[in-house]
């Protein structure tokens, strides 16, 4: 998260979103009691932004998870993804009671110290929780001493961590040392390797997704691990099962891939029952009988017909996501009932439920009801980009959705564009281009447009995309420190695109400072000059 202080008072908080946009939770990082509402200083700077990591302690994560079970409700997976629903509860009061924690970790200010250590000092001084385990090291050897340490010690922490973050401690010599494309030269993440524990597989069960992809699971025996009881891994393919030859009854090593996703390591042949049999991929789809196909190429199996309803379960939900047309409170177990209930056969159903229709649910009231109608309202206004990333066309991510609707402002263009076209676009590749040309072809898919555009849906940009103009002709830019999406070369690239121009450093006839996280001395020249300072979504608005 991003906190904003003016004149040592909080005055906005927001959330990482997607890399270009945030998420206001400034009410919800109000109940943070780690979070001062206040700087504890005299006399702070007019503007104070600090970045750091908001996290659910591991023992409030199990007493939530207790109490949610007590109530019926669905457990949360992880620590991680519960202190992300959390943040974005719209009752500060749930928040406030979940007790999440926030660890400050980077200052910019016209005050910032001159050192990392410097700087967390200053925080903590500030009122601000700062880790309490950070360590300066005189040398790599102590870099190496620490980082060994906590690879058995960081079990005892009170929450999650997968490694250590080392950082050269002088801001001058970061700023010297500069970026890659991606990553800073100045910092490394050193991770431990994956907690592995074994168990036994009772059984293995498919799950059909949204894509028709049929992903093969293990179900197992509960054991906990890396602080959450594990009962399920993917196997993802049938290449998979076969590579490990894993079989009903037998003894695996689980570890979870990026301490998240649990997954079958290996198994131990020499614990094998007597009897077991290889375990083969069914033919037809489980949800819907069809017969399954796996296309030459691929190791993906997939179920083909449209109409499978694990196809349309997953297909709305993924619609009604954040990233697409963010439909508040029409969760899974929701969709499930409309499903279920016949009253949702395709997305564009959505749009002609009725209060009525969704209160008479099996725990669904009239409030509840009247809520969901009105969410599913408002996502009408949702951008042309979102549209199309809630499509769910395969390959195409939130990112590409947007690259895909600035170069092709409407449906129209889109769906009358050819490979070739769609190719041409810096950043959609060949199989990305494939896949939109090839959905676009299918008469049920050009249904569902007309469908939804008939309900007032945008499938088209309502302003068009002004990279191509001069709009920052006689600019001078300076860019310091990692934008959340773009690469340096990306930035620089729409900035001269529109006209302007950029160098390397700070002088009193630079225009514009684009800060990213960890900016250093430019930041501080800028701050001393009085330069116009831009964030990555501040820039993309001004090329606009």
């Not at 780690?34 to 591991?58: C, H, K, T, W, Y």
């Not at 200052?107 to 500030?126: A, D, F, I, R």
């Not at 947007?402 to 170069?407: A, Y």
Request: aromatic share 6%; with cysteine.
């Amino acid at each position: 998260m991003a906190l904003t202080y003016e004149n040592g008072v909080l005055v906005r908080g927001v959330t990482r979103g997607d890399g270009v946009t945030g998420e206001d939770v400034t009410q919800n990082v109000r109940t943070i009691r780690s979070i001062p509402l206040r700087l504890n200083l005299d006399n702070p700077p007019a503007v104070v932004e600090v970045r750091g990591e908001a996290f659910l302690p591991q023992d409030t994560f199990n007493q939530i998870n207790q109490e949610r079970e007590q109530l019926g409700e669905a457990l949360f997976a992880n620590p991680r993804n519960a202190a992300a629903g959390t943040l974005r509860q719209l009752d500060p009061k749930i928040v406030d009671k979940r007790r999440l924690q926030f660890f400050a970790y980077t200052l910019h200010s016209n005050q910032t110290p001159k050192t990392q250590w410097e700087s967390l000092e200053t925080l903590q001084q500030m009122g601000f929780l700062v880790n309490p385990n950070r360590k300066l090291c005189p040398s790599l050897e102590a870099v190496q001493e620490y980082y060994q340490n906590w690879e058995t010690e960081r079990r005892n922490l009170p929450y999650m961590t997968d490694g250590v973050v080392v950082k050269i401690n002088d801001f001058a010599l970061q700023e010297q040392l500069g970026f890659t494309q991606k990553f800073p030269r100045w910092a490394v993440a050193l991770k431990y390797p994956a907690e592995e524990a074994p168990t036994i597989v009772l059984d293995i069960s498919v799950n059909v997704g949204r894509t028709g992809a049929v992903t093969p699971l293990a179900m197992m025996k509960p054991v906990l691990l890396a602080g959450t009881t594990v009962q399920k891994a993917t196997l993802h393919n049938s290449d998979r099962i076969t590579e490990l030859d894993i079989r009903i009854g037998d003894t695996v090593i689980i570890r979870k891939a990026g301490e998240i996703i649990p997954e079958v390591l290996r198994v131990i042949p020499e614990l094998r029952p007597p009897n077991s049999q290889p375990y083969q991929m069914p033919l037809q789809c489980p949800e819907c009988r069809s017969t399954l196909v796996r296309s030459k190429g691929e190791a993906v199996t997939r179920c083909m017909n449209s109409s499978c309803p694990a196809i349309l379960r997953g297909s709305v939900v993924h619609f009604c996501t954040r990233d697409a047309l963010d439909i508040r409170g029409l969760g899974e177990r929701i969709v499930i009932l409309l499903i279920d209930n016949g009253l949702v056969k395709s997305i564009a159903d959505l749009y002609s439920l009725t209060v009525e229709q969704i209160a008479a649910l099996e725990r669904m009231g009239q409030k509840s009801a009247e809520n969901l109608i009105h969410a599913i309202n408002e996502s009408k206004n949702q951008p042309w980009s979102r549209v199309l990333y809630g499509l769910g066309i395969r390959y195409v991510g939130s990112v590409n959705a947007k690259i895909l609707t600035d170069s092709f402002p409407s449906v129209e263009q889109l769906s009358k564009a050819s490979v070739t076209q769609l190719e041409s676009v810096y950043g959609i590749g060949s199989e990305i281009a494939q896949s939109v040309y090839d959905w676009f072809r299918v008469p049920a898919n050009q249904t569902l447009i007309e469908q939804l555009q008939a309900v007032g849906l945008q499938f088209k940009n309502t302003t068009q995309p002004a990279t191509t103009q001069q709009t920052l002709a006689g600019k001078i830019f300076v860019i310091t420190g990692t934008l959340p999406t773009l690469k340096r070369n990306e930035a620089k690239e729409l900035i001269e695109k529109a006209g302007g121009k950029v160098t390397g450093s700070v002088s009193a006839k630079t225009d514009y400072l684009v800060a990213g996280e960890e900016a250093g001395s430019k930041l501080d020249k800028a701050i001393e000059l009085r330069i116009t300072q831009l964030s990555e979504t501040d820039l993309l608005k001004l090329i606009e």
